[in-house]
């Protein structure tokens, strides 16, 4: 509860704000909590909160009390479990499509590695034989200072 100290007069005012007042569950679970729990308790904890089928993202839409899922579960296994089966097919589904889908990038990437060495032999080549030119035409140009050196 509350601690703060309080005359009787302010004390009704008070009560009105307090947000560790102990209040019931407006819902009508029957719960009492702090007042500032209030939000917690009807989102999280209250058994007649609105709750969704845990197989929801499976395709089963219904929307019960917290209080009553267990009973819905227990009565919808079949129906749960043939959900379940649907969502499994179309996973597989989906795995042999991605599987091959990765095998034939798989194969390109290999196609691409070798076209990938082939050109860097080609550049390889082409820069030996561009660095002998450059070899060439430097040995020249050394010639032709030397030449104008001497006149």
Request: charged content about 30%.
């Amino acid at each position: 509860g509350c601690s703060k100290v309080l005359s009787r007069r302010y004390l009704p005012d008070h009560e009105d704000i307090c947000r560790h007042k102990i209040i019931s569950c407006p819902s009508g679970c029957g719960d009492s909590f702090p007042h500032h729990r209030k939000e917690v308790h009807l989102k999280d904890v209250c058994s007649f909160r609105d709750a969704k089928c845990p197989y929801h993202a499976m395709g089963c839409t219904v929307v019960v009390q917290a209080r009553d899922v267990a009973l819905h579960l227990r009565d919808n296994v079949e129906s749960h479990l043939l959900l379940a089966c649907d969502r499994l097919a179309d996973h597989n589904y989906l795995m042999e499509q991605m599987a091959k889908r990765i095998a034939m990038l798989e194969h390109e990437n290999a196609d691409l590695r070798i076209q990938l060495e082939e050109e860097d032999s080609k550049l390889g080549k082409w820069i030996s034989g561009a660095n002998k030119k450059a070899d060439g035409v430097s040995k020249k140009l050394d010639g032709l200072e030397r030449r104008c050196n001497k006149e």
